[in-house]
């Protein structure tokens, strides 16, 4: 069975710019989360879908937006870009209801210029 | 907030040592999860442990948890240099869609 899959793994990006990144979850799962990771702030919550529904949101500016499909794929969007937005952005989906045993993608590494 | 904190912070120890690492956390949960992350990479899930349970192993893994004292603990018995990693707490409450993670302990296994 494939791994949780994320695209781009790696992305360059000006300050003001968008960007959207996509997470293909394990085929059967229907929850998929998403995380920023920095160094400074470590792994944070940013939100989680199920069934295409956002079921819960962290605490991230309305810059930061989701969607997830019908197919349970799901993608993230960061509008205006700016320096701080440089991270791992980490998806993991989940087989249950509740997020336990996640199974985390490789991430994306994006870079804001 | 649910949020697991790990101590220490960073733990350094020979090959073939036992690392603990524990946990705690200030709300009642469902469930407590490790993770383990290698640098710069996804995290992957090592073990799950309920609230009615105490203690649970996995291979050279082994969890405890003592809801009383709102804490966990991760022992990894005969490390070996592959476990260098960051280990993640990520405690779960009844009826949350989310696990929010700690800092995390950074372990590093000299050979």
């Known amino acids: 069975k494939a791994g949780v899959t994320q695209t781009p793994r790696y992305l360059i990006k000006t300050r003001g710019q968008q960007v959207t990144l996509s997470c293909s979850p394990i085929s059967g799962h229907r929850s998929v989360s998403w995380y920023q990771q920095t160094p400074g702030q470590g792994l944070q919550f940013l939100f989680e879908?199920?069934?295409?529904?956002?079921?819960n949101k962290g605490n991230f500016p309305g810059r930061f937006s989701g969607r997830q499909f019908s197919n349970s794929r799901s993608e993230m969007n960061v509008s205006t870009l700016e320096l701080g937005d440089s991270a791992l952005y980490l998806c993991?989906?989940?087989?249950?209801?509740?997020?336990?045993?996640?199974?985390f993608g490789p991430g994306t590494r994006l870079t804001v210029l | 907030s649910q949020q697991g904190e790990e101590d220490p912070q960073a733990l350094s120890i020979q090959e073939g040592e036992n690392a603990t690492m524990n946990c705690s956390y200030k709300?009642?949960?469902?469930?407590l999860q490790w993770y383990r992350q290698n640098s710069g990479r996804g995290l992957v899930h090592l073990i799950l442990i309920r609230s009615n349970e105490r203690e649970k192993h996995s291979g050279r893994l082994r969890v405890t948890l003592d809801t009383s004292k709102k804490s966990s603990s991760l022992l990894i018995t005969a490390s070996r240099a592959a476990d260098t990693a960051s280990y993640f707490c990520?405690?779960?409450?009844?009826?949350?869609?989310?696990?929010?993670f700690g800092s995390g302990t950074r372990l590093l296994v000299r050979p």
């Open positions: 990520a405690p779960r409450m009844d009826s949350s869609y989310k696990l929010i």
């Open positions: 709300t009642s949960i469902n469930n």
């Open positions: 879908y199920f069934s295409e529904t956002q079921r």
């Open positions: 993991a989906s989940s087989l249950a209801g509740y997020v336990d045993e996640q199974f």
